[in-house]
């Protein structure tokens, strides 16, 4: 019996054939916009080449060995290969690591596992988690890190974190940033640089919820209509089968997922963290 794909595991390839189809790009990230830029669909390549660009800028240049956690696409694996990183890429998607090893050095090991069941003897001089820490479980995953590190080594985290509000808001995705603070420091790590990039991360919501409501809401409505019309019996029995995944498609036509919504109830942050006993 096949192995059953996991939703988020789908929905990142699904971003994957839309962003190729449409920008001829691999990565899966969002984008980071500048003051002034201007924030249309056909800018979001230029804006994932500056994240890139950005996050390689907080890597530590003598980093040697290199685990990057989530690797998606391999984009930044290639950055860091190309900068004279040894790296390690580590994803469970099947499909995602195939892409990568497409354009990684042959030598460049990719592990198709999750962080949790990863298993290895060796330590590695930098552990990164770009877009994945909000996918492991957080104590498990930075119990292990400390493992993994070498004496001096560094944890880099660049990702979304929730904040704490009454409700959740209409935007998913994140550890609890107060409880990720809690945790990191009763584990003993220091961090070393913080850095907010919450403004820059949000137009990227703008121009997300702009394309769903103006372009993948009335596809989906139209396709809904033609199948009810055209076929009554089927179209019931496919919805009932599916409801939940449209529930939770459904949910991307709130037109409150945007950039305001992002800023209000999360923050995003590059973080390099070492451990006192590396």
């Not at 019996?1 to 988020?8: F, N, T, V």
């Not at 009554?232 to 409801?243: D, E, H, I, Y």
């Amino acid at each position: 019996m096949a192995k059953r794909i996991k939703g988020k595991e789908y929905g990142l390839e699904f971003g994957l054939i839309v962003l190729n189809y449409l920008f001829k790009s691999k990565a899966l990230h969002y984008g980071y916009w500048e003051p002034g830029d201007e924030v249309h669909l056909f800018q979001f390549g230029r804006a994932q080449e500056k994240y890139t660009d950005v996050l390689m800028s907080h890597v530590p240049t003598d980093a040697h060995d290199v685990l990057d956690v989530g690797c998606g696409t391999g984009i930044v694996a290639q950055q860091l290969v190309a900068r004279g990183h040894n790296v390690e890429c580590l994803s469970p998607s099947a499909y995602l690591n195939e892409v990568a090893r497409t354009s990684l050095p042959a030598a460049t090991l990719v592990h198709q596992t999750t962080f949790e069941e990863f298993q290895t003897g060796k330590t590695y001089d930098l552990v990164m988690f770009v877009e994945s820490f909000q996918y492991v479980q957080m104590r498990e995953s930075l119990e292990k890190v400390t493992k993994l590190l070498r004496p001096g080594g560094r944890l880099l985290i660049c990702d979304v974190f929730r904040l704490d509000r009454p409700d959740r808001g209409p935007i998913g995705g994140g550890r609890y940033y107060s409880e990720f603070l809690k945790l990191r420091d009763a584990l003993g790590f220091r961090c070393v640089k913080d850095v907010d990039i919450t403004a820059n991360i949000a137009p990227t919501f703008d121009l997300v919820c702009d394309v769903s409501l103006n372009l993948f809401k009335p596809l989906y409505e139209n396709f809904v209509r033609v199948m009810k019309a055209n076929h009554p019996a089927a179209s019931k029995a496919v919805m009932w089968t599916f409801r939940k995944n449209l529930q939770k498609m459904q949910k991307h036509f709130n037109p409150r997922r945007n950039a305001q919504s992002f800023i209000e109830y999360k923050t995003y942050r590059i973080q390099v963290l070492t451990h006192d006993a590396g």
